[in-house]
């Protein structure tokens, strides 16, 4: 059994020994851990060296231990901290004794202490260095990636819906199935959709959102996706409900939308779209939208242009980027577009991922029947884990954001019918 | 009597007559107004020359005549055809029959259509030039020259509120004073202000919403102002209503505020604060709310980066800026700023405007008798007019934007406990 998996869902327990402070490290490699620490403000972390048994604790009680299996990963550490971290912790050759999640809360808050100018001009210029292109032909290479990781993986953890972006809480005690069906109703309102309107949707995943607008709410809908195995999955499903012809599902990319629509819909597909494109999207949907239009975006966000980190950038979301609201802007304003209104539902992402990360974690066995390995489970449980800690300390947003044509003037006065 | 007062509210009659297109207008005036015509992309406008009798149209039959009274005002627009217009309006020496609310908005519309980026980009050029300094000293100025015309003169329209900016219409037919009091309400439910918050405004107009946040919620007000003439009104009604130690009015600027809040709010201020001072804005924000704190600035705004049109900028809002939501980031993103939500609310601030002009051309007796002339009616006039027909046709909006320090996690789930 995992080691960490016992203790990943306990509250994090403080030692009850007094602080040890290392006063002054004897090797190298603890001397460069207790600078890391200080340069992060003192979190309440502890490194242990697997292979002396030496400990190293800024000031303070320390909540987390992180344990270095051999010399080798403070090598890695030493030459890329950020990626390597998450390779060794992925590989076993870091344990992280404690809730994960709180772990990644307290490096989420250190980093939001210390995260100066400086520090982000640092990790702005790393993270050119590495941008990946979204082309027509890396985006495909991207999302193949991730989300043709196989429809069985997916199907064990994101419930019902199948539905792999932020839920919507009514309350905090609702059920993901239940917060998810909430959402798409929160879109639709938000949208006014209504029977007679057509949608363009980009970005469809398995099309669960396309579905609920084809059956509630009586609206056509063509849907454009780049993922084979979310395309095959979601033409199934339209025909088990008998949908086929209120949903055309598009394998294509959303740059080759054609047609002019009612609304242009895009749920969580703009991460992958790549700063370099927004205006080209803004043209696109200016051109797809009638005048009567109106159009939604629902995207993870940042409070300011900062890149995702680099680990996940790397092993999860190849070619990805979370834009702050500014940075989203470019997308309207050169067309003309008219923003109505922005809620930011980063809660409600922290709530959503709490529950993909149960479900994962008591999928165990099944994912590994699916062949998928020790080091695949690790990797996906650390960037779970390190979602939920990003949204409930503040460092990622999840911005909806609806807009239309600037001449438009049939919207409602007030969001009064919309609660 | 002013020949446009009688034609104000009347709906715009198309002339009956058969289009008279003048093939090839003789003079050299109806030429150039002709191009004028034509690179507006032949808007429903005549004009006609009061000194020849030439009428100048482009194809269609005409909504709207503009009668140039003299050669002299033709001389005027050739120079500088945007502060020219509205000032020889102003003079009585351009008459617009019909609707003049719908004259504006056929010009909005034209514009809307032909405004390219070459013709932004030379609008952007003239302002540039312009543009006016908000220092210290010159936002004293700038301040003075709108809002110190006399409390009796605003008094005459704004309702028993004073509120001077975009009011709030639960529906359509509400009063003017009913729509004041629910924007007040709305902004501090969106703050979520309860008893015992302290709160801290920049720009407080008349104080009537600092006396909503002490008599209604119960929370200390700090508010800030440099118009002499409205701090001395706010502090009276303070005193009337009993609150002079719930609320202190500061005759200051707001770059001086200090001390920390759990609440900041600025409504109807931004526009004079000039985008080179958005990130120290975003500064004094940042350090004048605690950790809990939270808040809100309400802004007339734009889709995209655009100047005020110059004849207001320079006749009506000396300084004055409407900024882009883009724009407006730059207060929030470099101080980790985290915004919650935004709602425009544009076509309120059409409904508040049409309230403000039937009142004001109601009370232009009284107003004469304040010793304001025929010149400053005509220019208010326009200046009210023009801004319904801008909110209306999308080319200006109003945001309101609810923010937060980045850690916060008090924030309300969803928007339902307001609506």
Known sequence: MDPADSQLFVASSPRQRATKLVEAPKSIEARWLLRVLKAAGNPPIEFELGWSGERVTAEGTPLHCVRLINRGVWLGLLADFEVRFGDAYSQGEIDITGDLVGFMSTVFRAYE??????????RMAGWLRRARPNTLRSSRDNIHRHYDLGNDFYALWLGETMAYTCAYFP?????????????????????????????VEAGCGWGGLARHIASKYGAKVRSFNISRE??????H???????????????DDYRNIDGHYDVFVSVGMLEHVGR?????????????????????IHSIGRNRPEPLHPWIERRIFPGAYAPSLGEMMRIFEPVNLSVLDVENLRLHYALTLKQWLARFE??????????????????????????????????MQLFQVVFTPATNNRIPLTRSAKY
């Open 113 to 122: 202490k210390v995260g100066g100018d400086g520090l982000l001009a640092g």
């Open 171 to 199: 309350t905090a005690e609702a059920t993901l199935d239940q917060a998810q069906i909430a959402k798409m109703d929160l879109v639709c309102q938000k949208l006014r959709i209504g029977a007679g309107d057509s949608v």
């Open 230 to 235: 979310q395309i095959d999955y979601a033409r």
């Open 237 to 251: 499903r339209a025909r088990q409900d008998g949908l086929e012809r209120k949903i055309e599902f598009v394998e």
């Open 276 to 296: 370099e494109n927004y205006e080209r999207l803004g043209r696109i949907i200016r051109g797809a939208l009638n005048s009567r239009g109106r159009g939604l």
């Open 362 to 395: 008591a999928s165990k066995d099944q994912i590994r029947e699916l062949s998928f390995d020790e080091k695949f489970i690790r990797m996906w449980r650390l960037y779970l884990a390190g979602s939920i800690a990003a949204f409930e300390t503040g460092a």
